[in-house]
């Protein structure tokens, strides 16, 4: 099944981390954050991807078309009719990714729309190039295909904005948790599964945001479900964000990794 992944907003609220790539490429580690959620993926056999391109889109390109020289040891003959030898090898050797231009300033309804044509009438997976999380993509599919609506999200826990102390009646702090998981109600995580019937509630209008009128009609035609999800999921929205990530993923206990 094919993966759509949402990958052309501005990303205003994490310039700071960085202004000259796309937030999608912003880094965990050694890989940018939408080269992770397509790992996690690829770990349950899906492995054809379709990235919706906008903002600074042509950087997603460049890494994807780099990518054996990105992730691969090689040998370069130099001079004319020189070759590239290349030394070692990389586990995405059976991917395929599709790079679609949806527009600078397509909203996220627009570019779903833009990429119907490489979907071919299927139901398709889709997220946002922003996110990750430990969602068994398996019973998420088993749950979509278990009830024949529409579309299905799924719905998680926020993190919490701060730290949570936890103490003993003494007032003794006994732990800290960094990011908590709010206890409150669900959100979007993104991590859809989609019928093809989902182009019926969407339009070619730049303005369209997803989020807005399509979901809002789905909800009132009784064709939207959540999937609960009560692992971890976390959004790279903000510096903060960013450095929690990194240091997950620095001191091996990163939730997503395969």
Same mark, same amino acid.
């Given at each position: 099944?094919?993966?759509?992944?949402? +990958?052309?907003?501005?990303?205003?609220?994490?310039?700071? $981390?960085?202004?000259?790539?796309? @937030?999608?490429?912003?880094?965990?580690?050694?890989?940018?954050?939408?080269?992770?959620?397509?790992?996690?993926?690829?770990?349950?056999?899906?492995? =054809?991807? !379709?990235?919706?391109?906008?903002?600074?889109?042509?950087?997603?390109?460049?890494?994807?078309?780099?990518?054996?020289?990105?992730?691969?040891?090689?040998?370069?003959?130099?001079?004319?009719?020189?070759?590239?030898?290349?030394?070692?090898?990389?586990?995405?050797?059976?991917?395929?990714?599709?790079?679609?231009?949806?527009?600078?300033?397509?909203?996220?309804?627009?570019?779903?729309?833009?990429?119907?044509?490489?979907?071919?009438?299927?139901?398709?997976?889709?997220?946002?190039?922003?996110?990750?999380?430990? !969602?068994?993509?398996?019973?998420?599919?088993?749950?979509?295909? &278990?009830?024949?609506? $529409?579309?299905?999200?799924?719905? !998680?826990?926020? *993190?919490?904005?701060?730290?949570?102390?936890?103490?003993?009646?003494?007032?003794?702090?006994?732990?800290?948790?960094? @990011?908590?998981?709010?206890?409150?109600?669900?959100?979007?995580?993104?991590?859809?599964?989609?019928?093809?019937?989902?182009?019926?509630?969407?339009?070619?209008?730049?303005?369209?945001?997803? =989020?807005?009128? *399509?979901? =809002? +009609?789905?909800?009132?035609? @009784?064709?939207?479900?959540?999937y609960e999800h009560g692992g971890f999921w976390q959004p790279m929205?903000? &510096?903060?964000?960013?450095?929690?990530?990194?240091?997950?993923?620095?001191?091996?206990?990163?939730?997503? !990794?395969?």
């Amino acid at each position: 099944m094919k993966v759509v992944i949402l +990958a052309g907003g501005f990303g205003t609220r994490i310039r700071d $981390v960085a202004d000259d790539i796309p @937030k999608p490429m912003i880094p965990i580690g050694r890989y940018p954050i939408i080269w992770h959620i397509m790992k996690w993926y690829a770990k349950f056999g899906h492995k =054809e991807f !379709v990235l919706c391109l906008g903002h600074k889109g042509h950087t997603i390109k460049s890494f994807f078309i780099d990518y054996e020289a990105h992730t691969r040891d090689i040998t370069l003959t130099l001079g004319s009719g020189g070759a590239i030898e290349f030394l070692s090898d990389h586990d995405e050797s059976d991917w395929r990714v599709t790079l679609a231009d949806t527009g600078l300033n397509a909203m996220t309804g627009a570019r779903i729309q833009r990429i119907r044509k490489y979907v071919q009438g299927e139901e398709f997976m889709l997220t946002y190039g922003d996110g990750v999380g430990d !969602v068994d993509i398996e019973q998420l599919l088993a749950f979509h295909r &278990s009830h024949g609506k $529409v579309l299905t999200v799924t719905g !998680v826990r926020p *993190p919490g904005r701060f730290g949570e102390i936890e103490t003993r009646g003494d007032g003794i702090v006994s732990g800290f948790n960094e @990011k908590p998981q709010a206890t409150g109600g669900r959100i979007s995580g993104g991590y859809f599964v989609a019928s093809p019937r989902l182009f019926d509630y969407l339009d070619d209008r730049e303005d369209l945001v997803f =989020e807005r009128g *399509p979901l =809002e +009609a789905l909800v009132r035609d @009784k064709q939207l479900m959540m999937y609960e999800h009560g692992g971890f999921w976390q959004p790279m929205d903000t &510096s903060r964000d960013y450095q929690f990530l990194n240091a997950l993923y620095a001191e091996g206990n990163a939730p997503w !990794v395969p």
